[in-house]
């Protein structure tokens, strides 16, 4: 009896130390936790196994725009609204390397519309490279020519400023005190000059704590003709072939100057902004194209006028820009700007001539409410006129009168 109960005690052990080690917990694997990257700002994290920090970032717009509420006497049939809904994709890096720190840039977006369609489009793209010497920047950005490029938060009318991104290799240099100098050769395509050509930029700016103040200029590469087009965008033929018109010059340019002044002994967040911008066969700086619309109508035969072609009939003038921002509270700010254009072109060539004054104004505001960070919730309208003034005749002029609505959200 001793033996066998010796034996079955040994077993009750052995079973005993087997359910034991099943027990025992895993040891786990060592995890390469992600790491936050605060040299950078808020948001940014480290790449397992790389030295490169990534920020991700995106935005969500939903917006309704009217189409002209004003009566022209025209026949065009406009749509009752413009709506869309859009996402954005934000993708920004930094990277510390011996040539200095490497910043990349990539925004995209997707967006559905009120007729039931689609797109899909890269915005800004590019890669800038920082060091004692200077910024390089190399790829799509915003033009260094920009200087105020509205502060509304919808802008249901267009107003006669610069806002162009553009294909660009650029150099910016910090000279100390807040004062920086910049040269760029930027695409001219992008502002309807010469195909395979280059605009070149320059610019020295200062900006401190009673805001900022900055100029620029730049040389425009015309194209060699432009394409006379219908209101609604049709070439116009004579006989068989398209009728074009031939430049009158090879190089255009533009200047700017802006200044803008913090107020915030009256709000948080006030200012107001002053900028005005002289542009010779350069319309695109002005943003003077008229395409909206009856306007196609301004010129004779009911011509469709683009940048491009107030360019290569040596189309001159400039635009005066003004803009006021006030915070209510912190949550709830009114915006107000406006810009007036005068042009003037004198072109007789090839069976077309022009000898007129245009004239447009355009006054937008805006509401907003930002009850959280990244949301904006924003009423907005406008109101613009043009006038067409051609020598021998009597001048011709065209009212927009736009509201608008936007909720958005960035993260």
């Given amino acids: ?61 939903t917006q309704i725009v009217s189409d002209n509420l004003q009566d022209n006497d025209d026949t065009t049939k406009y749509n009752d609204y413009d709506a869309i809904a859009r996402g954005y994709l934000y993708l920004h890096t930094m990277t510390d390397t011996e040539i200095g720190l490497i910043r990349t840039v990539a925004e995209m977006y997707s967006e559905w519309n009120e007729e039931g369609g689609s797109a899909m489009k890269v915005d800004d793209a590019f890669i800038q490279i920082s060091n004692n010497f200077a910024d390089v920047l190399i790829g799509r950005e915003a033009s260094m020519f920009d200087g105020f490029t509205g502060a509304v938060d919808i802008g249901v009318v267009d107003r006669n400023f610069s806002d162009q991104g553009t294909l660009q290799f650029s150099l910016t240099k910090s000279l100390g005190n807040g004062v920086t100098a ?43 003709e432009a394409s006379v087009r219908d209101r609604f965008g049709n070439a116009v033929v004579v006989g068989s072939d398209e009728f074009t018109l031939e430049k009158d010059s090879s190089t255009g340019y533009a200047v700017r100057g802006t200044a803008t002044i913090n107020l915030d002994m009256i709000a948080p967040g006030d200012a107001f902004v002053f900028q005005a911008t002289y542009a010779d066969s350069a319309s695109s700086y002005l943003n003077a194209s008229i395409d909206s619309g009856f306007a196609g109508d301004l010129a004779a035969g009911g011509v469709s006028i683009d940048n491009g072609m107030l360019d290569v009939i040596g189309a001159k003038g400039y635009s005066l820009v003004a803009a006021f921002s006030h915070y209510w509270t912190p949550e709830i700010a009114t915006t107000i700007d406006g810009s007036w254009m005068s042009l003037e072109a004198d072109y007789d060539k090839g069976g077309f001539a022009v000898d007129a004054d245009l004239d447009r104004w355009a006054v937008d505001a805006s509401i907003g409410w930002y009850p959280v960070s990244g949301m904006v919730i924003a009423l907005d309208a406008g109101f613009a006129n043009t006038e067409y003034d051609p020598a021998g005749a009597d001048s011709v002029d065209f009212d927009e009168a736009k509201v608008g609505a936007r909720v958005q959200y960035t993260f």
């Fill in 182 to 224: 910049g040269v760029s050769v930027e695409d001219s395509s992008y502002r309807d000059g010469d195909k395979n050509s280059i605009d070149f930029v320059g610019k020295i700016g200062i900006s401190q704590g009673w805001g900022s103040f900055s100029v620029a200029g730049a040389t425009h590469a015309i194209a060699d």
């Fill in 1 to 61: 009896m001793k033996l066998k109960a010796l034996l079955l005690a040994t077993a009750g052990v052995a079973v005993a130390g087997s359910a034991s080690a099943a027990d025992l917990p895993v040891v786990a694997e060592p995890v390469d936790y992600v790491q936050v990257c605060d040299a950078y700002g808020a948001g940014f994290f480290k790449i397992p196994g790389k030295d490169t920090c990534l920020k991700i970032g995106g935005r969500i717009r």
